[in-house]
Nanobody, 117 residues
Framework: QVQLVESGGGLVEPGGSLTLSCTASGNISGNLTMGWFRQAPGKQRDLVARLFYFGRTDYSNSVRGRFSIGRDRNTVFLYMNNLEPEDTAVYYC?????????????WGQGTQVTVSS
């Protein structure tokens, strides 16, 4: 069993900053690829940023240069700067545990980020 616990969401004005964190616990042996997705009302869940276990990072075009992802052991962080109203969404932590040919995917419960004046 794997648990992902997120924190750090909230209300921020345009141009402001927020940091999200997500800690994985439980049976998390293997290679950890951790990332963040977001889902706005009426839209699909899309990748925001991902940090692969071998060090590569991916960012969506809409956040590149404003957001950055980092990791400390089993916790992944999303540093969000210069936030825009279009960043308003529920943000979900994502974990892919891989070992050899097998992989499992897990999701956090989601944390709301609202960018509004």
């Amino acid at each position: 069993q794997v648990q992902l616990v997120e924190s750090g969401g909230g209300l921020v004005e345009p141009g402001g900053s927020l940091t999200l964190s997500c800690t994985a616990s439980g049976n998390i042996s293997g290679n950890l690829t951790m990332g963040w997705f977001r889902q706005a009302p009426g839209k699909q869940r899309d990748l925001v940023a991902r940090l692969f276990y071998f060090g590569r990072t991916d960012y969506s075009n809409s956040v590149r240069g404003r957001f950055s992802i980092g990791r400390d052991r089993n916790t992944v962080f999303l540093y969000m700067n210069n936030l825009e109203p279009e960043d308003t969404a529920v943000y979900y932590c994502n974990l892919i545990l891989s070992s050899g040919r097998s992989a499992q995917q897990f999701w956090g419960q989601g944390t709301q980020v609202t960018v509004s004046s």
